[in-house]
C-alpha cells in the first residue's frame, strides 16, 4: 500500500510539472488580421461587443442572406438549447476574444449556389481584414487557457497498465477528453457546399475580435457563386456586404 501512495505520489508530481511546461499553440501566435502591424497588438482582445443593428438582411436574384450579430447573451441560451444540440447542449464553446455571426441563407432560386464561409471577410474601419477562424483556433485558445489540465491529459493519453511501474490503466483513469466543445462547435459552424433551390441553411461564423479602436465593421458574405455551365463553372458571383456601428460594452 506504501509503495501505491508513492507510485500515485509521482505520477501526480510528473502531471504537474509536464503541465506547467505547456507552450502556446502556434495558431495563437498568427496575426489575427491583415492590416497595419502598429495595429496588430490591438486585435484579438477579451472584449464585448456591441452591434448594431442586431439583424440585418438582403436579396439578390432570389437568395436572401440573413446576418445576426451573435452576442455572448445571444449564444447562451443558444448553445443551451437541447432541441438543436441533443446529449452535447450546454456552455458556449467560443470566448470572448472572438466575435461571432449567425448566418442564414435561403436559395429562393431556381439554381443551384455554393457557398464557402472560408472566404468571408470582416474589414473594421482601421484598416484591418480578418479571415474567419474554425474550431482549431477555438481549441487552442482554451488550451491556454488551461495548460496543465491539457498538457497533461496529452502525455498521459498513451500511459499503458504499468506504464509508471503498477499495473493499472493510468492514461484511462487521468484522461477524459472534452468532446462537448468540438460537438458544439461542429454542429453549429455554417457548412461549405452547395444549397439548391428550395434549400436553407444557417449557422454560425466567427472571427478574431477586431482593434479596440473600431467603430465601424464590414462583413462580406463574399464569393457565392450561381448560374453553373455545363463545365460546373460558375457565371455570376454575389457578395452580400453588412455594415455595424461597433462599440465595446
Not at 17 to 36: I, Q
Not at 61 to 90: C, H, W
Not at 174 to 191: E, K, Y
Request: net charge positive; hydrophobic share 40%; with cysteine.
Amino acid at each position: 500500500m506504501k509503495d501505491m501512495r508513492r507510485q500515485m505520489l509521482v505520477i501526480a508530481l510528473l502531471a504537474a510539472a509536464v503541465g506547467c511546461s505547456a507552450r502556446t499553440s502556434s495558431l495563437l501566435m498568427e496575426r489575427h488580421a491583415r492590416g497595419p502591424l502598429t495595429d496588430s497588438l490591438a486585435v484579438g482582445h477579451r472584449i464585448a461587443w456591441r452591434l448594431q443593428p442586431d439583424t440585418q438582411s438582403q436579396e439578390q436574384k432570389k437568395i436572401e442572406v440573413t446576418v445576426t450579430y451573435a452576442s455572448m447573451d445571444f449564444l447562451k441560451p443558444f448553445f443551451n438549447n437541447r432541441a438543436l444540440f441533443g446529449q452535447y447542449a450546454g456552455s458556449n464553446p467560443y470566448f470572448l476574444e472572438n466575435l461571432v455571426f449567425h448566418l442564414k441563407i435561403t436559395n429562393n432560386s431556381d439554381k443551384r449556389i455554393r457557398v464557402n464561409p472560408v472566404e468571408f471577410i470582416m474589414v473594421d474601419d482601421r484598416g484591418n481584414q480578418y479571415a474567419t477562424i474554425n474550431e482549431d483556433y477555438v481549441n487552442a485558445l482554451e488550451e491556454a487557457r488551461t495548460p496543465v489540465a491539457t498538457t497533461t491529459r496529452g502525455v498521459l493519453q498513451g500511459a499503458n497498465p504499468g506504464y509508471f511501474g503498477i499495473g493499472v490503466p493510468v492514461g484511462k483513469i487521468f484522461v477524459t477528453t472534452p468532446q462537448g466543445r468540438f460537438a458544439l462547435i461542429h454542429q453549429s459552424s455554417f457548412q461549405a457546399g452547395y444549397l439548391y433551390p428550395g434549400v436553407t441553411h444557417d449557422g454560425l461564423v466567427a472571427f478574431w475580435n477586431p482593434s479596440r479602436g473600431a467603430s465601424t465593421l464590414r462583413l462580406l458574405i463574399t464569393n457565392i457563386k450561381t448560374d453553373f455551365d455545363p463545365n460546373d463553372l460558375p457565371q455570376t458571383v454575389l457578395e452580400f456586404p453588412f455594415t455595424f456601428q461597433a462599440a465595446p460594452q
